[in-house]
């Protein structure tokens, strides 16, 4: 039953999926482009390379000749994936979903002009000059996100004229790759957005855990809770538009995919990750009877999960750095842990940077508990952790 897993990216949500693996006795290098990332302080063996060398990456592909490849970043040359799948290399969660979904103008081309999903409107631009000529359409404000990044690096809201020059220049310097091109979408008055994991199994039917609510400030997640209260006719489409993407991406394993909730003109497809997703670390704070690193580690081993389930409510709230440092401490833990229902995970990077995530506080309560009052105390203990490096 052991597989040799290849892990393309080796951050936080690597490294639980790395722990999940290990407790189904399975063998991993974890890759990354900086040695010590958090991924291979727990895996088999690691790899420093640049992911977005593809003669790098078919070197390692051939050098550890792995059973699965998993990846869990954008910034890699996915077009290789084609190729291992020829090879009989299983690609998670397939080469076509993972060149789709690293790629915002393939994911909502198809999500939109192929499945018919509702969208917000959208346009795309490789220049300022054709931001502008694009917003022109699109309308103010709008949002302007690279078509390659993560974690919310270059996203802003364009909100007047004024404001058109910063944003591209923004989400050039936040692109991950080397496509300098952006996607510009109307700006949707949406009540609330929510992260609908979804997994889709080699022998089972796709299965949904309970929505999660999640708030972001410069385009990154800062706390999430589940379940999120929602009228269950928009979970049920939600539902259905998750269901229609994953099957036209193919593959197995779970998937972050993201909606806008408008109580008036229902649900919008925003955008979806094949892979584990940030604001599903709350799954961590024992929210359902297997976190969303479990799940996907079941799927994409081919094993079943016969069911999900919400076994109490819970919150995740993240711990962020203030400057640039190396070799971090963390001060505040030892009073956070003293209260009742509540967990920290430290992620281990070794270094530190203006609002990188570094950490976060867990916590739940019974199911039927006030979710907003669980979400509340996380962020409130989540402010009591310092992160101070040298």
């Not at 310097?173 to 199994?201: A, K, N, W």
């Not at 070799?327 to 030892?334: A, C, F, L, M, S």
Request: hydrophobic share 40%; with cysteine.
């Amino acid at each position: 039953m052991t597989k040799k897993i290849l892990l393309l990216g080796s951050g936080e949500l690597g490294k639980e999926f790395v722990i999940a693996c290990k407790r189904l006795g399975q063998y991993v290098i974890a890759v990354d482009s900086y040695n010590d990332a958090p991924a291979m302080q727990v895996a088999d063996e690691r790899e420093v390379i640049n992911m977005l060398d593809g003669d790098a990456l078919d070197r390692i592909v051939a050098k550890h000749n792995p059973d699965l490849i998993v990846p869990e970043i954008e910034a890699i040359r996915t077009e290789r994936f084609y190729d291992y799948e020829k090879q009989g290399k299983q690609v998670v969660p397939s080469a076509r979903a993972a060149n789709f979904t690293m790629n915002r103008k393939a994911i909502r081309d198809l999500a939109a002009k192929e499945l018919g999903l509702r969208t917000a409107k959208y346009a795309y631009a490789t220049s300022e000059n054709e931001l502008r000529n694009a917003i022109q359409s699109i309308g103010l404000p709008c949002v302007i996100k690279p078509l390659m990044s993560s974690s919310g690096k270059g996203q802003s809201v364009a909100r007047t004229e004024s404001d058109i020059a910063n944003s591209w220049k923004y989400a050039v310097e936040g692109s991950r790759g080397d496509i300098v091109e952006v996607i510009v979408e109307e700006f949707i008055p949406f009540d609330y957005e929510i992260t609908l994991l979804t997994v889709t199994q080699k022998n089972g039917k796709t299965l949904f855990c309970p929505p999660i609510g999640h708030r972001q400030e410069r385009g990154d997640y800062q706390e999430s809770w589940q379940p999120c209260v929602m009228n269950s006719e928009h979970l049920r489409e939600a539902e259905q538009m998750a269901e229609a993407v994953t099957r036209s991406l193919t593959g197995w394993g779970i998937w972050g995919v993201e909606f806008f909730i408008s109580e008036k003109n229902g649900v919008y497809f925003s955008e979806l990750s094949p892979r584990p997703h940030d604001t599903g670390m709350v799954t961590l704070a024992g929210t359902q009877n297997y976190s969303e690193f479990e799940l996907h580690a079941r799927a994409v081993l081919g094993l079943p999960i016969p069911e999900i389930t919400l076994e109490r409510c819970g919150a995740s709230a993240v711990v962020l750095a203030k400057e640039e440092g190396k070799n971090p401490t963390y001060i505040g833990v030892e009073k956070i842990l003293d209260h009742f229902n509540t967990d920290v995970r430290i992620f281990g990077k070794p270094t530190t940077r203006p609002y990188r995530r570094m950490a976060v506080v867990l916590t739940h309560d019974k199911p039927g508990s006030d979710v907003g009052a669980v979400k509340e105390k996380a962020k409130k203990l989540a402010a009591g952790i310092q992160v101070k490096s040298l």
